[in-house]
C-alpha cells in the first residue's frame, strides 16, 4: 500500500498505517513532507522546541529533523515497538520525501477522510514549516 501524503493529517494517517503494518501489509509514505499537523501553530512549534531542548547535546535524545524519518517515529509511537509484532511491524513501514522512481509506476492512493479540507478549523500547520523551524 502506498500513500500520497499530501494534505493529510499526521496523525490519522500515522494511527492507521501502524493498524495495517500490524496486520501484516507493507505501507509505504511518499511526500512526507506535506503532510499536516493539527493545532495551534505556536503550541505545535513549542512543543517541537521543548523536545529539542531536552537532554544535553553530547548524551542526547537526537529527535530527527527530517520530514520522513519524523513520521516514521511518530508512527512508532502508535506501535508496540518493544514486541516482536510491534518491532516487525515498523520494520513494514517506510516514508520519503517526495516520490522515489520505484514508485513512479505504480498506485499511489491518497486516503479522502484524512484530508485538511474536512477539517473545519483552520488551526494547522505543514511539516515543511515544521522543518524548516528546525533547520533541516
Known amino acids: 500500500m502506498i500513500i500520497d501524503g499530501t494534505n493529510l493529517i499526521l496523525g490519522r494517517v500515522a494511527?492507521?498505517?501502524?493498524?495495517?503494518?500490524?496486520?501484516?501489509?507493507?505501507?509505504?509514505?511518499?511526500?512526507?513532507?506535506?503532510?499536516?499537523?493539527?493545532?495551534?501553530?505556536?503550541?505545535?512549534?513549542?512543543?517541537?522546541?521543548?523536545?529539542?531542548?531536552r537532554g544535553e547535546f553530547i548524551k542526547g535524545p537526537f529527535p530527527s529533523r527530517r520530514a520522513d524519518r519524523y513520521v516514521r517515529r511518530t508512527i512508532r509511537g502508535m506501535l508496540?515497538?518493544?514486541?516482536?509484532?510491534g518491532k516487525s511491524?515498523?520494520?513494514?513501514?517506510?516514508?520519503?520525501?517526495?516520490?522515489?522512481?520505484?514508485?513512479?509506476?505504480?498506485?499511489?492512493e491518497t486516503i479522502d477522510k484524512f484530508n485538511i479540507s474536512k477539517i473545519k478549523s483552520l488551526k494547522y500547520i505543514n511539516l515543511k514549516r515544521v522543518q524548516k523551524f528546525l533547520g533541516a
Do not use: W
Not at 80 to 85: A, D, E, G, M, V
Not at 91 to 108: A, E, L, N, S
Open 89 to 108: 511491524a515498523f520494520k513494514r513501514v517506510m516514508c520519503y520525501r517526495g516520490v522515489p522512481d520505484k514508485f513512479k509506476d505504480q498506485k499511489i
Open 15 to 53: 494511527s492507521y498505517s501502524a493498524k495495517q503494518a500490524l496486520l501484516g501489509h507493507k505501507v509505504d509514505i511518499v511526500n512526507c513532507e506535506n503532510l499536516v499537523i493539527s493545532g495551534r501553530k505556536k503550541a505545535i512549534l513549542n512543543d517541537i522546541k521543548d523536545t529539542f531542548a
Open 80 to 85: 508496540p515497538y518493544n514486541q516482536f509484532k
